[in-house]
């Protein structure tokens, strides 16, 4: 089914919406949050929040990319959840892999400080994506993003891990000093 | 990494969450256009050097057979 079918059910008030979304964005939402937790039940957990998610704001909203919709609300759940869950003091796992090689995008410490501003960044990132090769841009979207693994992403590439590694040690390269160049402190 | 790093990192991490829709919907099928772009290129740069082969081989064969009589003219 496509998108729009399963919007207009949403719209209708349908609980069949619910599970044709499931059925055709789970297995994937699954996978962007089990990148995050690796933990099958909470990113299982993470996946039901998120189609009650959807259920609770479409309709009013009617979102062009249903797909990236969902997976924002997912990877967003799979964040929170990480981070009450006190994973980030435990170490390890694939979401400290992406935590150190972003570091490679911020300027070292000791610079001027000044206030974050999530919306700014995020507009830095989306304008620095455009101007990037598509290889380059999809690759640190699955990177960074859904949290892919190096492996996975370089398999669904048809290209080797060193090769990938190196398309995306320049993209943070890129990005870092992009943001440095538009005057961006996180 | 010092827990400040670390902490840019994670806001770095969380306002990525904010790439454009059109980027991740790209990232959703791109691997498949890749490989199949890729797939097109190989058939295309196959048929593109049996192509060349074949016309090299027919003009080779063409060249020697208009080369033989006039050769064989300027021994008489």
Redesign the interface.
């Known amino acids: 089914m496509d998108d729009h079918m399963i919007l207009d059910l949403f719209f209708e008030r349908q609980e069949s919406a619910i599970v044709e979304t499931r059925h055709k964005y789970g297995l ?1 939402l699954q996978r962007t949050a089990m990148n995050i937790l690796h933990s099958h039940e909470d990113a299982e957990e993470c996946v039901s929040d998120t189609l009650f998610k959807a259920w609770e704001t479409i309709p009013p909203s009617r ?3 249903f ?3 969902l ?2 609300i997912t ?2 759940f799979s ?1 929170n959840r990480w981070e009450a869950k006190g994973a ?1 003091k435990r170490g390890g796992g694939e979401m400290d892999l ?3 090689e ?2 490679a ?2 300027a070292a ?1 000791g610079g001027p400080e000044e206030a ?1 501003e ?2 700014l ?2 507009e830095a ?2 304008a620095f ?1 455009s101007t990037i090769n ?2 380059a ?2 690759a640190f ?2 990177r ?3 949290g892919e693994s190096i492996r996975a992403i370089s398999e ?3 290209v080797s891990e060193s090769k990938l590694k190196s398309i995306l040690f320049r993209t943070r390269k890129k990005l870092g000093a992009y943001l440095e160049k538009e005057g961006i402190q ?1 | 990494m010092s827990t400040d790093q670390r902490d840019k990192a994670k806001r770095l991490f969380a306002a990525l969450g904010g790439v454009d829709d059109s980027f991740l919907d790209e990232a959703e099928s791109a691997d498949i256009a890749s490989v199949r772009a890729a797939r097109k290129r190989v058939i295309g740069y196959s048929a593109l050097g049996v192509g060349v082969g074949a016309a090299a081989s027919i003009g080779i064969a063409v060249a020697v057979r208009l080369l033989r009589p006039k050769r064989a003219a300027a021994h008489t």
């Open positions: 994937r979102p062009v990319y797909g990236a919709y997976a924002k990877r967003n964040i980030a992406l935590l150190d972003l570091e995008c911020i410490p974050y999530a919306a960044v995020t990132i989306n994506l598509q290889t841009r999809v979207v699955l960074y993003f859904h669904r590439f048809r996180l």
